[in-house]
């Protein structure tokens, strides 16, 4: 099979993770700024969808180079092998962004790049009237920065946060990469109780079970390489098929959501549903100041309110200050906290163990980290 330079793009600060998942799937990695860049065939591709549980979209490098006006946009884009990737009657329309870089018109870029395809494949294919457009979709993107050019055909279609279980949702739900990415991090381990106290619609539990039964993310959904003729028939299943050999349904998980507001417990409980998870998730309706535990170790990761609004700001820094009230005492649980609010610790009481810098989308958060004590059992007693 042919291969590719590839490029799994991701949200800022979780470029280590999707390098990471990369590197347990067996691909060598290339960590930039966005994006993480590996090697494969359409295989790998598909492999790399099914399974990036915190990457954005997997796409083919068609190539790259410097321009700065629109002659060498035009003959270097025309000079990619664009017959090799899509058929006479592909549809290949094309996206584009620009950076601190001469060719700053976006929408002229994408009509050159658009231009110099139609030119190339005319050419190949010998046709003289246009393109039919009417076959598979193949997504292309320009992006310039710096001068820099890189070509992309994108391979996932919707975005890998999409996972298809996620049937009904709050009003500001964290996108499921992101939730996945907050698991990673808080490197919970399936022996040990999982809890969100603000479980909202359930994301960041749903995830934890997926990553517990090490049930592959894109499970439940299609991807848009799949749709290629020139990706072999069976390829998908049999990948699919391994994938779900890999499934743990016998491991037993601790993971539970609480949320003040039944109808959120009411949706979460729906999502996990759909996610074929409800036996595996307990979620209760419970106000964050009333929760109580006798475990000795845990994990908890939670996503409170952020209080972006200055009229939200009071309710919430009352919430962060009952979390403390509620979670300081808790000296062998490691509690993991996402927030944009920098005066978080303030209200919570205590300087955490470590801070990392993420982006919840477009807004700037810090994913709070209170390390706990762990403590094993004894066995004998």
């Not at 590996?38 to 790998?44: A, E, L, S, T």
């Not at 110099?116 to 292309?140: D, M, N, Q």
């Not at 808080?186 to 909202?200: E, L, S």
């Not at 309706?285 to 929760?291: E, G, H, S, T, V």
């Amino acid at each position: 099979m042919q291969e590719f330079n590839l490029m799994a793009t991701a949200a800022a600060g979780i470029e280590a993770l999707v390098g990471k998942e990369l590197r347990d799937l067996g691909y060598q990695t290339q960590v930039e700024n966005g994006r993480v860049r590996f090697r494969g065939d359409i295989k790998d591709i598909l492999t790399a969808n099914l399974w990036l549980r915190t990457a954005d979209r997997i796409k083919i490098v068609v190539g790259e180079f410097e321009a700065v006006t629109f002659d060498e946009l035009f003959e270097q884009t025309k000079a990619l092998p664009w017959d090799e990737l899509l058929p006479i009657d592909a549809e290949f329309p094309v996206e584009g962004r620009s950076h601190n870089s001469q060719l700053h018109s976006v929408p002229n870029d994408q009509a050159i790049v658009k231009k110099a395809i139609v030119s190339k494949l005319s050419e190949v294919y010998h046709r003289r009237t246009r393109l039919p457009e009417t076959g598979a979709l193949f997504p292309l993107e320009v992006m310039i920065n710096k001068d820099h050019v890189i070509l992309t055909l994108d391979t996932t279609g919707d975005s890998l946060f999409k996972r298809g279980y996620r049937k009904a949702k709050g009003g500001a739900p964290l996108k499921e990469n992101m939730a996945a990415a907050l698991v990673l991090l808080a490197h919970w381990f399936t022996d040990n109780p999982f809890v969100d106290p603000v479980c909202g619609s359930g994301t960041i539990p749903i995830e934890a079970a997926l990553i517990g039964r090490n049930i592959a993310p894109g499970f439940n959904r299609d991807f848009i390489c799949e749709k290629w003729p020139s990706t072999p028939a069976g390829l998908s299943d049999e990948i699919r098929a391994a994938a779900d050999e890999k499934a743990d349904y016998d491991t037993p998980l601790d993971i539970t959501g609480y949320d003040i507001d039944q109808n959120m417990v009411d949706i979460a409980k729906e999502n996990a549903q759909e996610a074929g998870l409800a036996a595996d998730i307990t979620f209760k309706q419970m106000a964050l100041k009333d929760w109580k535990t006798d475990k000795i170790n845990g994990v908890l990761v939670a996503n409170p309110p952020y209080g972006e609004r200055l009229s939200d700001q009071e309710s919430v820094r009352e919430l962060y200050q009952q979390m403390g009230a509620v979670y300081r005492p808790m000296t062998t649980w490691s509690k993991y906290i996402l927030t944009s609010d920098l005066e978080f610790e303030k209200a919570y009481g205590q300087r955490a163990t470590k801070k990392r810098k993420l982006y919840n989308g477009s807004l700037r958060t810090d994913y709070f980290q209170y390390w706990g004590h762990k403590i094993r059992p004894d066995k004998n007693k």
